[in-house]
Structure formats: structure tokens, C-alpha cells
């Protein structure tokens, strides 16, 4: 997993021309608060970017998650979340080939909060939580999930 601010983007200029891509297309968005909601093909079915809009949710609503196939690098556009991670996975619902997707109701070992202007990277088969609130209460937040296809 990485943690870093999208000022930060240049580090990982070298660690894969995929990831790179997927990298520039969030830091030439990065502060674009009127990007439509909806999927960006960057790279047809390799690089796929979705702008979502969503509220953050308590962490017993959240479920921990694994990708198979996809890396997932998720940049707060607007709000902060927490993402929770663990290294320890046990499928409670049968993963979705389709969607690229299995869950679980493992217990974080770390919980990070990522702020605006943050992002996280998780390679697949990383065990991640996203969305989880960081305040007492839920809040709407805008952020750009970026799809890599890794295998």
C-alpha cells in the first residue's frame, strides 16, 4: 500500500508506465471539482478512472475488500475518509470475477485517514477498506478511483 499527496505524483514516475498513466490522469484532475461523476477509459480496459460522489460510512457498515486482477488508487477530490487495511483476508461473500471484487469482515490493523488532495494505492489481493468516516458523523466526499490492470 502507498500513502502520499498527488503533489507527491513524481516519486512513482518509474515504478510501472501504467501506473504512471493512471497517476497522470489524477494529477491533471486533481482539482477539478466540476468533473462529471462516471467511468473514464484511460487506457481501454487496462486504465479506467470513476469519479464517484458518495457518503462516508461507520466502519461496521464498511466491508474489507480484495481485487484479483485490478491495482486500486483512490484520490480525495473533496472530504476525507478513512481506509482501513489488514493483512490477514477471509472471503465472507465469493469474489465477483465481473466486477473484480470479493469481501470480508476482517478487522483493520491500521486505519489511515487520507485527506483532500491524498491517495492511496492497493495492489491486488491487498485487503482494504474504503469510505470509512473520519468524524463522528458521515460526509459527502468526491474522490477518483483509478483502476490498473496488474494481471
Known amino acids: 500500500m502507498i500513502v502520499d499527496t498527488i503533489l507527491h505524483a513524481d516519486r512513482y514516475q518509474h515504478v510501472d508506465p501504467i501506473f504512471a498513466k493512471a497517476l497522470e490522469f489524477i494529477t491533471e484532475h486533481a482539482k477539478?471539482?466540476?468533473m462529471?461523476?462516471?467511468k473514464y477509459e484511460i487506457?481501454?480496459?487496462?486504465v479506467i478512472a470513476?469519479?464517484?460522489?458518495?457518503?462516508?460510512?461507520?466502519?461496521?457498515?464498511?466491508k474489507m475488500e480484495i481485487h484479483k486482477k485490478f491495482m486500486d488508487i483512490h484520490y480525495l477530490l473533496k472530504g476525507?475518509?478513512?481506509c482501513g487495511y489488514t493483512t490477514h483476508f477471509e472471503e465472507s461473500e465469493s469474489y465477483d470475477p465481473v466486477q473484480d471484487i470479493?469481501?470480508?469482515d476482517c478487522?483493520?490493523?491500521?486505519s489511515l485517514p487520507i485527506a483532500e488532495g491524498s491517495?492511496?494505492?492497493?495492489?491486488?489481493?491487498?485487503?482494504?477498506?474504503?469510505?470509512?468516516?473520519?468524524a463522528e458523523s458521515t460526509e459527502l466526499i468526491r474522490k477518483i478511483i483509478v483502476k490498473v490492470l496488474l494481471s
Open 32 to 34: 477539478d471539482q466540476d
Open 36 to 38: 462529471q461523476d462516471g
Open 43 to 46: 487506457i481501454p480496459d487496462v
Open 50 to 62: 470513476y469519479v464517484v460522489t458518495k457518503n462516508t460510512v461507520h466502519i461496521r457498515d464498511a
Open 80 to 82: 476525507a475518509e478513512r
Open 102 to 104: 470479493a469481501f470480508s
Open 107 to 110: 478487522i483493520d490493523e491500521i
Open 119 to 134: 491517495f492511496y494505492a492497493v495492489w491486488p489481493e491487498e485487503p482494504h477498506r474504503p469510505l470509512v468516516q473520519v
